[in-house]
Every structure is written in structure tokens, then in C-alpha cells.
């Protein structure tokens, strides 16, 4: 039986996650304690931090990481007193999320799940999702938006960080344009031939009108929005923008 893309995805981040993947580096004991205090950020794209006021008086919230594991956003969250569910398809994620929660003593409910399948939550279940860039790894966005407005509470609210696709144009050093867009490993042979061998995972393009105008199809009003960089590399030094981070409410 072939192996579902999903799940090549899950294994090439677990190996990433046991090699120091930055995004897999939870946030330190001393880290947290400024969180207690109010001192806290969440990064739903490279470089910039997610505004305090999309947030809201999170107390008592219930919150959903979306393919949000590694022991970054949970932990933050947690110390402002939300109630936080962290959903992933890596172990090794849901690992690093479990082993802060048992180091500063709190409560967190962790599952793996494959978001391209049906959410395992009753409607209306949560407050807040927060879901960091991580679509690029699934092939139909749609899917995920229409999972999030159905999990939603009326007026709860979906922030997201989107790829915005234009790193799948570029080669490793951001110099030339290697590949025409959709990027889409499963229907370009020598597009998964190549990621097989640079170890990337199945990942994919996704368009404006799949990123932003797909969480309006959804149902969701967009209320802000930010552009972000790399954080690094040639195209960051040209400030060119390759992620968005977007806040949507479900009216």
C-alpha cells in the first residue's frame, strides 16, 4: 500500500525535529516565567510577533494549536491562562510540547491528528485557533478552512500564517527561479524526485485565492493582516514578503 503523502511529511519532520529544526526548539524555562508576567509573543510567520490585540483577553479561552507542536506557541498561550489543545501530525512536535507542560507543571491536551482529514472536535468546541505556516504540507487548504469555521464558537477567531508561495520559484540560494508555480510534487515527478532527495517533505504552492479568499469561502470575515519575510537569505535582504499572517472571525 502507498504511503499517504501526510505521512512522509510526519516522518521528514520528526527526523528535522532530532536534528535541531528551529521550529521544533521549545521555549525555555526562563522564557515561560516572562510569560507569566505578561512578557510573551507567538510567531505564526519567521520573523514577526502575532499583535497582543488579535488575541483578546485570552483567560480562560479555549485554544487550539493547529499543526502547532514543538513547545512554542502552547506554553505562551498556557501562561495567559488559556485552556490550550495542541494538535500535530509529528511525534516528535507533540514530544517537545509534552515535555515543557511536565517541566513548568501544567496542563495541555496534546493529539495527533492529520488536519487533511476531518478535525477531531465537536462544532463550535474552541474560542481561538492559531495556526502557524505549516498549509504549505498539505495539498487542499480548503479542506482545513472549512474544519476551522466548523470548530469555531460564533465570534471565535482563526489566525493563521500562510506561505505565499513565492520560495517555491527560487533554488537554495534564492538566486534564480528553478520552478514554474503551482508547486506539486504529486502531479510533477521531478519535483518529488527532488524533494525526495533534498529531504523536504511533499509541500505545495498554494495561491492567494486558496490562502485568503479560501477562509472568506469558509465563511470567515478577514479583519487584519501582515506581510513577512524569510527571515534570512537573499530574498529577505531584498524585503521581499513571502508569508502573510492573517486574523478572520467567524460572525
Request: net charge negative; with cysteine; charged share 25%.
Amino acid at each position: 500500500m502507498e504511503k499517504k503523502y501526510t505521512d512522509i511529511n510526519s516522518s521528514v519532520i520528526d527526523s528535522w525535529v532530532k536534528d535541531g529544526w528551529e521550529w521544533s526548539v521549545p521555549v525555555t524555562h526562563e522564557e515561560y516565567l516572562k510569560a507569566l508576567d505578561g512578557d510573551w509573543g507567538i510567531f505564526l510567520t519567521p520573523t514577526k510577533v502575532v499583535p497582543h490585540e488579535w488575541f483578546g483577553n485570552l483567560k480562560g479561552k479555549k485554544v487550539l494549536g493547529l499543526a502547532s507542536g514543538g513547545g512554542q506557541q502552547g506554553p505562551m498561550l498556557q501562561a495567559q491562562g488559556a485552556d490550550v489543545t495542541i494538535l500535530d501530525y509529528s511525534q516528535e512536535q507533540l514530544k517537545r510540547e509534552r515535555e515543557v507542560a511536565e517541566r513548568e507543571d501544567y496542563d495541555i491536551t496534546v493529539i495527533r491528528a492529520d488536519m487533511t482529514e476531518r478535525l477531531p472536535f465537536e462544532d463550535e468546541s474552541f474560542d481561538i485557533i492559531v495556526h502557524p505556516v505549516s498549509n504549505c504540507y498539505i495539498q487542499d487548504v480548503q479542506h482545513v478552512w472549512n474544519e476551522c469555521y466548523r470548530i469555531l464558537k460564533k465570534g471565535g477567531i482563526l489566525m493563521a500564517g500562510l506561505d505565499n508561495g513565492i520560495n517555491f520559484l527560487y533554488n537554495d540560494e534564492e538566486t534564480e527561479m528553478e520552478n514554474v508555480l503551482p508547486y506539486n510534487p504529486l502531479i510533477n515527478p521531478e519535483q518529488m524526485e527532488q524533494a525526495k532527495k533534498d529531504n523536504v517533505g511533499v509541500q505545495f504552492s498554494h495561491t492567494i485565492e486558496e490562502q485568503i479568499d479560501g477562509q472568506i469561502r469558509a465563511g470567515f470575515t478577514l479583519t487584519n493582516v501582515y506581510g513577512d519575510t524569510n527571515g534570512y537569505g537573499n530574498l529577505h535582504e531584498h524585503n521581499v514578503d513571502s508569508f502573510w499572517g492573517t486574523r478572520a472571525v467567524k460572525q
